[in-house]
């Protein structure tokens, strides 16, 4: 069992920065690929990035790609999530996960924990 606490969100205009923290409760956190996911109003929950188990490799949505930067710190337990450039269409409220059974990282369906979520709001 895995208990994710996002923080960080926040209200910020276009152009400027945020980042998000997910801090993962438990003594197995290098089990866990963990991902960062985001859900806008009226829209359905889409990719934005993951961090493979070893945090090695890194993957990232072509919308966030160049902007965004997804790591971890293992003696932490913390995964974050740098979102720089932002743009209103960055507006959501996002999760972090964390998963164990690979396939792509990027289907919500591949993940086995995920926190309340965090609102971020960009304002043009």
């Known amino acids: 069992q895995v208990q994710l606490v996002e923080s960080g969100g926040g209200s910020v205009q276009a152009g400027g920065s945020l980042e998000l923290s997910c801090a993962a409760s438990?003594?197995?956190?290098?089990?866990?690929?963990m991902g960062w996911f985001r859900q806008a109003p009226g829209k359905e929950r889409e990719f934005a990035a993951v961090?493979?188990?070893?945090?090695?490799?890194?993957y990232y949505a072509d919308s966030v790609k160049g902007r965004f930067t997804i790591s971890r710190d293992s003696a932490k337990n913390t995964v974050y999530l740098q979102m720089n450039k932002l743009k209103p269409e960055d507006t959501a409220v996002y999760y972090c996960?964390?998963?164990?059974?690979?396939?792509?990282?990027?289907?919500?369906?591949?993940?086995?924990?995920w926190g309340q979520g965090t609102q971020v709001t960009v304002s043009s």
């Open positions: 438990g003594r197995t956190f290098s089990r866990y690929f």
């Open positions: 961090i493979t188990r070893n945090g090695i490799i890194t």
């Open positions: 996960a964390a998963g164990t059974d690979w396939s792509t990282g990027r289907r919500p369906n591949e993940y086995d924990y």
